[in-house]
């Protein structure tokens, strides 16, 4: 399963998805959480410090000049399981967090880790890992071939108008040249079932989870804590937990195999 969780800034992205690769995993699969926000967020939904710079240098080597590709590829002999296994964080119930990392630094000092985190995820093996996405909040990044690892776009949406929009302009990924998505939405800080059904009629989208607020995520992280170590037995774990059962069901496997367009684009 390939998921990737966009929205608008501040939707729930990020406690969505370290929560949902956490409970994923502990049915047994081997869960990467794929992290492609220079801000920390995932780090703390996942249980995790915040690690600065995952992918060292000396992984990465430089192409040689007036060969085609990225300018920067992991290291000969460095393949994309290895490098998974060597530099992605290992997290409680044993996800793998994937980031390239937060430095603030030279845009060069960063490349090199983009390019190799890049490579892994095109180069990971389809059948052996779930990929579960979490994406800056916008539509930059989505709209610039980030999510292309994923099959199932899945855009976080609050019942507010902002949202709304934000929804409204993400659902044209369905339309990407570059990979094929299924596009679908999560609702996020429900207060009411009311607002489940406004979050369907005014993003245009299928709902596949709803969140409710939960006061003891809120609680959790102003103390810095993952909504599954301190709120675990909160509304918010049991829907999270829903949107796993509903993913695995309907969005395991196949997808890509099943749709033309990716095929003929991969
Ligand atoms: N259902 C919920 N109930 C209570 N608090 C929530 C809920 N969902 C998210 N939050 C809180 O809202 C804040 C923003 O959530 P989060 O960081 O996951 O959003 P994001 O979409 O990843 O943001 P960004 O765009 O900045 O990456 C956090 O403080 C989080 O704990
Ligand atoms: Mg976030």
């Known amino acids: 399963m390939r998921i990737a969780f966009v929205g608008k800034g501040g939707a729930g992205k990020s ?3 370290g929560t949902f690769a956490r409970l994923l995993a502990r049915t047994g699969r081997d869960v990467v959480a794929v992290d492609s926000d220079p801000m920390p967020g995932l780090s ?3 249980g995790l410090p915040v690690i600065e710079r995952p992918i060292p240098d000396d992984a990465v080597v430089e192409k040689a000049e007036g060969t085609e590709g990225p300018r920067y590829r992991l290291r000969p002999g460095l393949d994309a399981t290895a490098a998974l296994q060597a530099y992605g964080a ?3 119930d044993g996800v793998r967090l994937l980031s390239f990392g937060k430095t603030r630094g030279d845009w060069g000092d960063i490349i090199r880790g983009q390019h190799a985190w890049s490579q892994i995820l095109d180069e990971l093996p389809h059948d052996r890992f779930d990929l579960i996405g979490d994406l800056p909040g916008g539509t930059r990044q989505p709209m610039t071939g980030w999510s292309k690892y994923a099959d199932v776009i899945a855009i976080v949406v609050e019942p507010t108008a902002k949202s709304f929009a934000t929804a409204r302009r993400l659902s044209s990924l369905r339309d990407s040249k570059w990979a094929y998505h299924h596009v679908v939405a999560v609702a996020n800080r429900i207060s009411e079932p009311a607002d489940t059904v406004t979050v ?25 804590m993952a909504p599954l170590d301190g709120a675990p037995d909160g509304p918010f774990v049991a829907a999270v937990a829903a949107l796993v ?18 095929e003929a684009v991969a």
């Open 15 to 17: 406690t969505i998805v």
């Open 44 to 46: 703390f939904a996942l």
């Open 90 to 92: 290992l997290g409680a």
């Open 200 to 224: 369907a009629q005014r993003s245009g989208l299928r709902v596949v989870g709803a969140m409710p607020f939960d006061e003891g995520v809120a609680s959790a992280d102003r103390l810095g």
């Open 245 to 262: 059962e509903y993913c695995v069901a309907r969005f395991d496997g196949s997808l890509k195999s099943q749709n033309p367009i990716k």
